[in-house]
T-cell receptor
């Protein structure tokens, strides 16, 4: 069964900590994405990657960075976690084409205290 | 840049009645439009997409969507709602980034179906 796997379902961190969120896909997809989901705001794109070592900023990249050293793995890094980064984080992947759908992971609920 | 708007935060319908969840879009060029659904405590799932061709698109779980170019709308519909359709629905559009295609989502509409 093809899937996108996020390493943690729930995560609690302290303000100022460096946080790593990991995402792995097993479908050989070129594109991978990180979104955050907040009530009333929908899904907002943080970063996406269209190839290994290639990345592009989304709508809200401030305070985040990403890494894609291998095709199947896309990591989201919170350099210094803050309380306003408490959110649900969703990873997704898709093939390269314009008409392709996204396949999502189950999400990571991050709480920054 | 492409964008979509969902004008309703929530929609309430009675079971057995038809439902409509609204979406309008703003694009340059041809639109590539999608609907996704998020059931409680589950991840987002793809429902259907419009790329080209027939304006009425059929998808999963009996849902369909009507593409209307003159009104720049892509409303999600179902002839007879089920309680199990209660979920959060997102309209989305594919957009071109510098190096690849990305998907932009609306704010979401929560659908409540009452028995």
């Amino acid at each position: 069964d093809v899937k996108v796997t996020q390493s943690s379902r729930y995560l609690v961190k302290r303000t100022g900590e460096k946080v790593f969120l990991e995402c792995v896909q097993d479908m050989d997809h070129e594109n991978m994405f990180w979104y955050r989901q907040d009530p009333g705001l929908g899904l907002r794109l943080i970063y996406f990657s269209y190839d290994v070592k290639m990345k592009e900023k989304g709508d809200i990249p401030e305070g985040y960075s990403v890494s894609r050293e291998k095709k199947e793995r896309f990591s989201l890094i919170l350099e210094s976690a803050s309380t306003n980064q408490t959110s649900m984080y969703l990873c997704a992947s898709s093939p390269r084409g314009l008409n392709e759908k996204l396949l999502f992971g189950s999400g990571t609920q991050l709480s920054v205290l | 840049a492409q964008s979509v708007a969902q004008p309703e935060d929530q929609v309430k319908v009675a079971e057995g009645n038809p439902l409509t969840v609204k979406c309008t879009y703003s694009v340059s060029g041809n639109p590539y439009l999608f609907w996704y659904v998020q059931y409680p405590n589950r991840g987002l799932q793809f429902l259907l997409k419009y790329i080209t061709g027939d304006n009425l698109v059929k998808g999963s779980y009996g849902f369909e969507a009507e593409f209307n170019k003159s009104q720049t709308s892509f409303h999600l519909k179902k002839p007879s709602a089920l309680v199990s359709d209660s979920a959060l629905y997102f309209c989305a559009v594919r957009d071109m980034g510098a190096g690849g295609f990305k998907t932009i989502f609306g704010a979401g509409t929560r659908l409540f179906v009452k028995a």
